[in-house]
């Protein structure tokens, strides 16, 4: 592969397990993605369908009693151009730390908790800086501390360098965050529910922020979040996770407009439209999320599937059908060899 | 910040106030006094005269007035400064405490440094180790410390310095020295000496400090904003400690007077077990005998100095966290 | 730290699906669930449990009365059980050897040695010293014993010769309780002072809250040093152990009546209170049917975490002979015996009770522990 068509990160057939009481739980379960460089990959999926260990697994960030049991991170995006396998360097290594924060950026569901409630967030930020830049001064760290305030465009940044988080409104603190977060110029930033703590409006503007400065700096976002508008909104990609399984995955248009797994269906139908008759009743998914150690055998969505098939769908694990260019989804309804039956 | 402290300081005092009140009556509440006790004393050593001087004593020492007029003498005479003369050795109680306070100060401070100096680290470090070995070790050791009286813990380090050294570790210094002028020997003799008795003062709460300190740095630990700081980048040892720890040392502050008290509750006992010249062993001697002035002066010294602990330890909570207000 | 990456990740699944079966859960269930995970804190209660039975049915578990001296036994060593005799033949049924005294003919001085040839097998429910059980059972049987010249000896004896394991077991009936009656005592008037002074408020509260900072800042240890001292040398045990319990309540009510003040504070403007007010319920009625049990989980938290404190106090009292007086016995009256290094050194065993008291002081805090995370049971 050229330099060109390489891409930023490569995910392969990623596993990330927790040992609980209960035994050996997996988290993730062998799922593979790809980042290009600039590029957005949104990553969609209810509470507990693993998408929140995957963005830790990206930074190697999962400690005991969780592991990545197998697959590879690989991450083409270093000075030089010579690839880096995440997954074969020790968690607590001081190459993987160097890593973190300078080259992968990772931002937060939860601004107010997502903060140390002891410094200002100037010092939170020029910490950041200094534990990446060699030789910076702190007096040089603070004006780019007070330039990166200034680039998320927060009013005043020269008096808010001095706030603590707790001065701040919940919208003021994600600016901040993402300003921390970009601070050392990351070229992937991983954004878990940026906005889902934030009420609509400051939502909007913190996703316009984020596209801005995607565009202004020219990195790769990954995005973690449950929401279908904000991954409509700002991805290329799509990867639809269920039970720690890629279930579906392809260009945003295509998954969100003609959804092949049921799972994303049932998704796309359980959001409430201006549009729709207001005397129909919203579909939800029936059924819980089952635990990750009440493992389905077969198909993980079987139990809520609403075309559940006994015999087919709980004997094996589909693999990944093509439903479209690009597009893919881990359903036998999409196998090119499967007999539809008459509805 | 200055507002804050003087204003509780204007409410310790009805509190320093009751604390009086209620010491005193406690000490005037036996029905055997201090001088029926030394006639009696007196008695069983053929001594009957004393019986006859029983009325006189009582008059001498003032217990032949009713206990609200002592009390109100007592009250102001303490507040001149004037803390009463002890019955027993008939010298002024400021005499007996200023005598002692040099000891007592030296081992109850380096006590409480050596409690918090080591129990902190350690705790962090069973934190940054849950379930490992060490921390299992420390953990154990934790326990016995907490479930252990304090009156053992000081007779299992005598015993243990016993076995090690041949002697008997009681005091502060080795008997050829207990009586010599401050010369620098006498000074590493105290060190040589004194150490086992800061240990069995500061083993109770240094126990307490490190539990306290392992919970709170591992509630710190579980909190997202560690994720955070991990997710940037910064070495482990900053997060630990510039981060984590800070957050964890909040609950500990609030704790630093609750573990003054500790080490005064166990210190008394102790005291007494190892022998030390300090002012609780007096204490202890003073309430046995009813010799209530002594004790009175001994109990309101303790209740001040936890007092001003717990002052203490709001007014460092305050410094150290923005969010408090002072108010 | 370990359970960071599980608990950001796992948890909103593992959440749902409490949530999801807190349906059919009443909360004291959850509590009693989420307790039961806690390893510590159910071997606290195991362990609790077992001390308290044993002091129960101290008479009829010791193979010796607590006051049954063995006079020519005194200071004898732990004297155990074995299955395997000096010949290397294995036995069924456990047995002692004999003990014997002998005169040093050279130093003049009573040796005590083990006679081999004599064996004594372990025998079930043996008659000896006549003892009640819990008050009204009169028995002389004992669950264990030896019979004839044999002794018994588990933990050894001390000065006097009396058998140590059984003065551990009747001393647990006195140490083990009497932190129990001091946190009822503290209990009762704790409750009752934070029920009236959260519901009323006003003047009342500002010098209770006055009096209860007092009480917090008397260090405990001096203060039931001072009180102790004042029991009258003649008062017989019971009294003298009512007034120990008495002593150790009187400091530590301040903190549980802090506690359900606060809690009756906020539950005194919750909705179901406001509305028992508009329908009328007497101030009796609000206090007892609402109020209180909104404040009993803290209280009982409070409770267990108290009772080590109080046991602790009593042993030391009764170690500096402020505390228990014979003939009745507690631990810390038998560690008395224990006061010097030459004893110590002599005679180990007699710091066998300080074992006990160990193992109690931290299977409350185990408990303790375990009931303050489970009175939150939504909390993860």
Redesign the interface.
């Known amino acids: 592969m050229s330099v060109e068509t390489t891409p930023l990160i490569s995910v392969e057939g990623l596993v990330t397990e927790f040992r609980t009481e209960g035994g050996l739980v997996r988290a993730v379960n062998g799922i593979d993605f790809t980042i290009p460089r600039g590029g957005t990959l949104a990553v969609l999926g209810e509470s507990g369908c693993g998408k929140s260990v995957t963005g830790l697994s990206l930074l190697n960030l999962i400690r005991p009693p969780g592991a990545i049991a197998g697959g590879r991170i690989t991450y083409y995006g270093m000075e030089g151009g010579k690839p880096v396998e995440i997954t074969s360097l020790p968690p607590t290594s001081e190459a993987m730390r160097k890593l973190r924060g300078s080259e992968i950026g990772m931002i937060f569901q939860e601004p107010m908790t997502s903060f140390d409630p002891l410094y200002t967030v100037g010092e939170q930020i020029i910490e950041t800086l200094m534990a990446h830049k060699r030789g910076l001064s702190r007096a040089a760290a603070r004006a780019q501390a007070i330039e990166m305030l200034a680039k998320v465009r927060l009013p005043s940044p020269e008096i808010l360098v001095d706030r603590y988080p707790h001065q701040l409104s919940g919208g003021m603190r994600q600016r901040v965050m993402i300003a921390m977060a970009l601070s050392c110029g990351p070229k992937l930033l991983i954004a878990e529910e940026p906005t889902t703590a934030l009420d609509v409006t400051t939502e909007s503007q913190i996703l316009d922020l984020l596209q801005n400065l995607q565009q202004e700096l020219g990195m790769a976002v990954m995005f973690i979040t449950h929401d279908l508008a904000v991954a409509s909104e700002m991805a290329d990609e799509v990867v639809v996770m269920y039970l720690g399984y890629v279930v579906e995955r392809g260009p945003v248009e295509d998954v969100l407009n003609n959804p092949s797994h049921p799972y994303t269906q049932a998704l796309l139908e359980s959001v409430p439209r201006l549009d729709a008759d207001s005397k129909e009743r919203l579909r939800t998914i029936e059924g819980m999320v089952p635990t990750p150690d009440q493992m389905p055998r077969g198909c993980p969505f079987h139990t809520r599937c609403r075309h559940f098939m006994p015999g087919i769908c709980d004997t094996a694990l589909p693999p990944l059908y093509a439903a479209g260019p690009d597009h893919e989804a881990r359903c036998v309804l999409v196998a090119p060899d499967f007999a539809k039956e008459p509805a | 910040m200055l507002a804050y402290i003087g204003k509780r300081l204007v409410i310790m005092l009805p509190t320093l106030l009751l604390i009086m009140a209620v010491g005193f009556f406690i000490m005037q509440l036996p029905a055997q006094d201090y001088v029926s006790q030394y006639v009696a004393r007196q008695g069983q050593m053929g001594n009957t005269t004393a019986m006859l001087q029983e009325e006189l004593l009582r008059q001498q020492l003032g217990l032949d007035k009713p206990p609200i007029e002592r009390f109100f003498y007592w009250f102001f005479d303490f507040l001149r400064g004037d803390w009463g003369t002890s019955f027993v050795d008939s010298r002024p109680v400021t005499t007996i405490i200023l005598e002692r306070l040099p000891a007592t100060l030296a081992i109850s401070s380096l006590a409480f440094l050596v409690s918090w100096g080591v129990g902190i680290p350690l705790g962090v470090y069973s934190a940054t180790h849950q379930y490992k070995t060490g921390d299992v070790a420390l953990t154990t050791l934790a326990f016995i410390g907490i479930g252990l009286p304090d009156f053992l813990v000081a007779m299992f380090f005598l015993v243990a310095a016993f076995l090690a050294s041949g002697q008997v570790l009681l005091g502060l210094n080795s008997p050829e020295f207990v009586n010599a002028p401050w010369t620098l020997a006498r000074i590493l003799d105290f060190f040589s000496y004194a150490w086992l008795s800061v240990t069995a003062v500061a083993f109770t709460g240094m126990a307490l400090i490190m539990r306290v300190t392992r919970n709170n740095m591992l509630e710190e630990l579980g909190k997202p904003y560690v994720l955070t700081l991990r997710a940037k980048g910064l070495p482990e040892r900053v997060v630990i400690w510039k981060h984590v720890f800070r957050n964890a040392l909040h609950p500990l502050v609030t704790m630093f007077g609750q573990v003054l008290a500790f080490l005064i509750n166990g210190f008394a006992i102790t005291s007494a077990v190892l022998n030390l010249p300090t002012i609780q062993s007096v204490y202890l001697s003073a309430t046995f005998q009813q010799d209530i002035f002594l004790a009175g002066a001994i109990l309101i010294l303790i209740a001040v100095t936890v007092m001003v602990g717990n002052l203490i330890s709001d007014v460092m909570l305050a410094w150290l966290d923005p969010r408090v207000r002072y108010d | 730290?370990?359970?960071?990456?599980?608990?950001?990740?796992?948890a909103?699944?593992?959440?749902?699906?409490d949530a999801?079966t807190a349906k059919v859960l009443s909360v004291r269930q959850l509590a009693w669930r989420k307790f039961r995970?806690n390893r510590l804190a159910v071997f606290g209660l195991v362990v609790l449990a077992l001390m308290y039975l044993s002091a129960a049915f101290a008479g009829f578990l010791a193979p010796y009365g607590d006051r049954e001296t063995h006079a020519q036994f005194a200071r004898v060593g732990p004297h155990g059980l074995n299955l395997v005799d000096t010949e290397g033949q294995f036995h069924l049924t456990p047995f002692v050897y004999g003990l014997e005294r002998t005169m040093d003919r050279k130093t003049f001085k009573q040796v005590l040695t083990v006679d081999t040839e004599k064996r004594y097998e372990l025998r079930w429910l043996v008659k000896g010293a006549p003892y009640t059980l819990l008050g009204f059972i009169k028995s002389d049987v004992h669950l264990f014993g030896v019979e004839g010249d044999g002794k018994l000896f588990l933990l050894g004896t001390d000065s006097k010769g009396r058998d140590l394991f059984s003065r551990i077991l009747y001393g647990a009936q006195v140490s083990l309780t009497v932190g129990l009656v001091g946190v009822a005592l503290s209990l009762f008037i704790g409750i009752s002072v934070g029920l009236i002074t959260g519901y009323y408020g006003g003047w009342f509260d500002e010098i209770v809250q006055?009096?209860i900072?007092?009480t917090l800042?008397?260090?405990?240890?001096?203060?039931w040093?001072?009180?102790a001292?004042?029991v009258?040398p003649t008062w017989n045990s019971i009294q003298i152990y009512f007034a120990i319990s008495l002593v150790l309540s009187i400091l530590s009510w301040g903190a549980l009546a802090r506690q359900v003040r606060a809690m009756v504070l906020s539950l005194k403007t919750s909705d179901f209170v406001r509305a028992a007010k508009y329908a009328n319920a007497s101030t009796g009625r609000i206090m007892f049917k609402h109020l209180l049990p909104g404040t009993m989980s803290h209280v009982l938290v409070v409770a267990t975490l108290t009772i080590?404190a109080m046991i602790?106090g009593e042993?030391?009292l009764s170690?500096?002979g402020?505390g228990i007086k014979p003939p009745m016995t507690s631990w810390?009256l038998l560690?008395n015996e224990?006061q010097s290094?030459q004893v110590?050194?002599e005679l180990p065993w007699l710091?066998f009770p300080?074992v006990f008291?160990?193992?109690?002081?931290?299977s409350f805090?185990f408990v303790g522990d375990g009931l303050r995370d489970a009175a939150d049971p939504f909390s993860r």
């Open positions: 730290m370990t359970e960071l990456a599980a608990a950001g990740a796992l909103p699944a593992t959440a749902d699906a999801g995970k006055r009096i900072e007092m800042a008397f260090p405990q240890i001096p203060l040093l001072a009180l001292a004042l009258p080590p602790l042993t030391a170690f500096l402020l810390g560690l224990a290094v110590i050194l710091l300080a008291v160990v193992l109690t002081i931290i805090n």
